[in-house]
């Protein structure tokens, strides 16, 4: 009886530690990987909420006698006062454009000009370049059309949004 009964309480902690183990390795991994989801991206968050530059009109914002929805103006007095001065028309090569803090200015043709969030809709990375009538962003290298700011190569499947600015004289500002 001695025996059997040291036998027994031999083989039952070896079950309950291997038990722990197993428990304690499927929660580690379990804990892991919600750690890695959490720190992953946040592709969701970036779809809908974009802010192409802190102070200038919003993409979708309301009506206005702007030049649309495809993104800035081309030259004129629109209304005076507006943003600050942002770059000089000289400074945007035509074909080619300029990352500006939020926003990326494009002069896809002479004397046309563009402007974007400069955030990659991907997963929010900042576009680096822009060359040869695209606008390329270096993390997984999406490209993005410098006319209208469309998808040429993804993995990005939106859009840039477009930002407001106003080219008056050789001054490009802020809408």
């Known amino acids: ?73 081309t030259g004129g007095t629109t209304g005076g006062g507006g943003g600050e001065v942002i770059a000089s028309v000289a400074d945007i090569p035509e ?12 002069q896809p043709a002479a004397g046309e000009f563009k402007a974007f969030s400069s955030k990659c809709t991907h997963q929010g990375c900042a576009v680096k370049s822009v060359a040869d009538g695209l606008i390329n962003c270096p993390c997984h290298n999406s490209n993005f059309d410098a006319g209208d700011g469309s998808v ?16 008056e004289g050789d001054s490009i500002r802020l809408a």
Request: aromatic share 0%; charged share 10%; proline share 6%.
């Open 1 to 73: 009886m001695g025996k059997g009964s040291g036998m027994t309480g031999t083989q039952g902690p070896s079950r309950t530690t291997v038990a722990r183990r197993t428990v304690f390795t499927a929660a580690g991994g379990v804990g892991l990987a919600a750690a890695l989801t959490a720190c992953g991206g946040s592709d969701g968050a970036e779809s809908g909420t974009v802010n192409p530059a802190d102070g200038g009109a919003t993409a979708g914002s309301t009506g206005g006698a702007t030049a649309g929805s495809t993104g800035g103006t």
């Open 95 to 106: 074909g080619g454009g300029k990352v500006i803090g939020d926003i990326v200015v494009t």
């Open 152 to 167: 040429k190569s993804g993995p990005a499947t939106t859009p840039l949004p477009p930002a407001e600015i106003v080219v």
